[in-house]
């Protein structure tokens, strides 16, 4: 579309217009909304916002690890937390509804929703960056041009569909796409940070960098300390800060991150006040390790956020990369070791619930036998699916269940008797292959504390002849290790939306699998699945959408790439009693950037830590 013919349309929301292959609804719109139709488009406000929030006060949150970097999106070294409140991006999406954005760069779109090809993106001319030059569609070029030319593996393949970026006016960029049909693909770009052109002038942006970078965001770097915390400070000018996406949002002056390598001292930082916002992982923690006096005296309340996400998939990942992992019957054996009920008993204080699903407390969950629609769309795949996989995606499926008694023997002896019809023998009660090499694998992990967890399933495989080292590294050489693959079982948590897309190729892949970087780390190589993923990027509504991953639910779970374990529909938080919410909650999303200081009650809890120094 040239910049002419584009200037030339009328942009009202609904209007058809002639193209070269016929009708198209090609719609403007000040929203952009994936498979369904945006309830907030006229509020002053969104609904979890209470736009009489008060400025000012600090929050403050730990961070794991290490960070050498403030370009999140070339991949190299480790990004700071934080960055992405420097940053705008073209839209912001709803904290309650899937699939839905509102301006904020951009303050309309241009897209045919039917056959998405392309989008335009029309800018806002109040956009500034903090120093107070225009943002213009200049700026939107050279970021995505950046992004597919020299981000990291993983973004590149995010954004694979972006044929071309071009600038139609100062206000206006166009995307084109190579498919000619991607009706994810504007709620995608729509994500994307926003960087300064003529900020980069000079610059490499591949290169990792600790100098500030120039963004369009709420917030502004105060102070740096190189891998031990970072402080950033509101940006009094922030030029989007009565737009409807932000009122009532980010609303306090101060935000700092605090580093540290230890989960166990992070904790005990939280406890004396080093920071004030924890997000608790740990069941036992939870349920235990919150009567300490700041709990008792009411200056730390616990909060357990319930929200309507998929729950996040937390499992064991065989790397199918490697022998024996690269065969269906030694996983589908191990997955008979995994004692989910005792370990809910014993060690989670019931607080979990085992995950049937990778898309667990949604509606995209596959449950029972698959419907007519969806084995209408399994039948051409099944001739080529491995037998076990094939019948694994026909059944009623659950994952082996046991008496939780501790020893989980019948499981146990289900797995030997599989591991045996698979060709693996014993020697002196050690598993080894058919040319009687003992089966020996190493569980890569790097958080403290794991070893607890893990242990019940190492004992489970012990008992099956096969040797399991756990090895422990710090958290730079896990990064890198699972960037190159470089083991054979490992822990992983994979969140996943209500709106899935573009990212289940990233996830499950053929094409990502062996691209450094990139999140396919079972390394799934299977052309069902890559085809069931492409359906689902097509889905032209919500009830093709839900239907096509009720099939890639299957085709997964079937495939036993991984060990999904266990999980919550909610989160665990604790926080230094000096904050206050809306009254209304969202549904999607915790919503803190929403949270603001009680100077009242941060006075009370400056005083008690004060005196408790």
């Keep these: 579309m040239s910049f002419a013919y584009a200037k030339g349309l009328m942009y009202v929301f609904g209007l058809s217009v002639m193209t070269q292959g016929g009708w198209a609804a090609l719609q403007t719109t000040p929203f952009i909304a994936i498979h369904s139709q945006p309830l907030y488009a006229h509020l002053p406000h969104m609904p979890y916002a209470d736009p009489s929030a008060r400025k000012g006060g600090y929050l403050s949150q730990s961070a794991n690890g290490t960070f050498d970097n403030l370009n999140a999106m070339n991949g190299k070294g480790t990004s700071a937390e934080g960055v992405d409140y420097l940053f705008d991006s073209l839209m ?4 309650d509804e899937p699939g839905v954005m509102y301006p904020l760069v951009a303050e309309k779109v241009t897209f045919d929703p039917h056959k998405t090809a392309d989008v335009i993106y029309h800018l806002n001319p109040k956009a500034k960056f903090s120093d107070g030059s225009a943002l213009t569609a200049a700026d939107v070029k050279f970021s995505f041009d950046s992004f597919i030319t020299k981000g990291n593996p993983g973004l590149q393949m995010y954004l694979s569909d972006l044929a071309k970026t ?6 206006q960029v166009k995307m084109t796409f190579k498919s000619g049909n991607n009706a994810e693909m504007p709620l995608i770009l729509a994500q994307m940070p926003i960087y300064s052109k003529k900020d980069w002038q000079g610059k490499d942006f591949s290169r990792i960098t600790l100098k500030p970078i120039l963004g369009s965001g709420p917030y502004l770097i105060e102070q740096i ?5 970072i402080s950033y400070k509101r940006n009094p000018h922030y030029w989007a800060a009565n737009l409807p996406i932000n009122r009532g949002k980010f609303n306090f002056d101060r935000l700092k991150f605090v580093y540290y390598r230890n989960l166990d001292v992070a904790f005990e930082g939280f406890k004396s006040g080093q920071y004030t916002l924890h997000q608790e992982y740990t069941a036992r923690k939870w349920v235990t390790e919150y009567q300490f006096p700041a709990v008792t005296n009411q200056m730390v309340t616990k909060y357990n956020f319930k929200h309507s996400n998929p729950i996040a998939t937390q499992s064991f990942v065989f790397n199918s990369r490697r022998t024996p992992m690269d065969d269906i019957r030694f996983r589908q054996a191990l997955t008979y070791a995994y004692d989910f009920e005792w370990q809910n008993k014993a060690l989670f204080y019931g607080q979990y619930q085992r995950l049937q699903s990778y898309f667990s407390n949604s509606e995209l969950e596959a449950k029972g036998v698959p419907s007519s629609k969806e084995l ?11 037998p076990i996989q094939r019948a694994g995606v026909l059944k009623n499926w659950t994952y082996p269940r046991s008496d939780a008694s501790g020893f989980n023997r019948n499981n146990l002896i289900t797995a030997r008797d599989l591991l045996l019809k698979a060709g693996y023998q014993y020697k002196n009660a050690q598993l080894c292959d058919k040319k009687g090499k003992p089966i020996q694998l190493e569980f890569l992990i790097h958080q403290d504390g794991l070893q607890r967890t893990l242990m019940p399933f190492v004992r489970n495989l012990k008992r099956l002849g096969i040797t399991v080292n756990i090895r422990h590294v710090d958290v730079p050489q896990y990064i890198e290790r699972m960037r190159s693959k470089d083991f054979d079982m490992t822990t992983n948590v994979l969140p996943q939306s209500l709106n899935p897309g573009n990212e289940q190729s990233q996830f499950w892949g053929s094409a990502s699998a062996d691209q450094p970087g990139n999140y396919n780390y079972a390394g799934i190589k299977n052309a069902a699945i890559d085809d069931a993923i492409e359906k689902i990027i097509r889905a ?13 639910d299957r085709l997964l779970r079937a495939g036993y790439y991984q ?7 909610g989160n665990w938080y604790a926080y230094w009693n000096m904050y206050e919410q809306p009254k209304i909650k969202p549904k999607l999303n915790v919503g803190i950037d929403y949270w603001w200081s009680n100077p009242n009650k941060a006075a009370k809890v400056n005083q008690y830590l004060k005196l408790q120094k």
Excluded: F, N, W
């Design 92 to 95: 912001r999406s709803s904290l």
């Design 166 to 171: 071009e600038v139609l006016s100062p206000h």
């Design 225 to 229: 300390d190189p891998g031990r915390s």
């Design 376 to 386: 209408t769309m399994l039948k051409p795949y099944l001739a080529k699916l491995h």
């Design 540 to 552: 032209s509504d919500r009830d093709q959408l839900i239907l096509r991953t009720r099939v890639l």
């Design 563 to 569: 060990i999904p374990t266990y999980g919550k529909g």
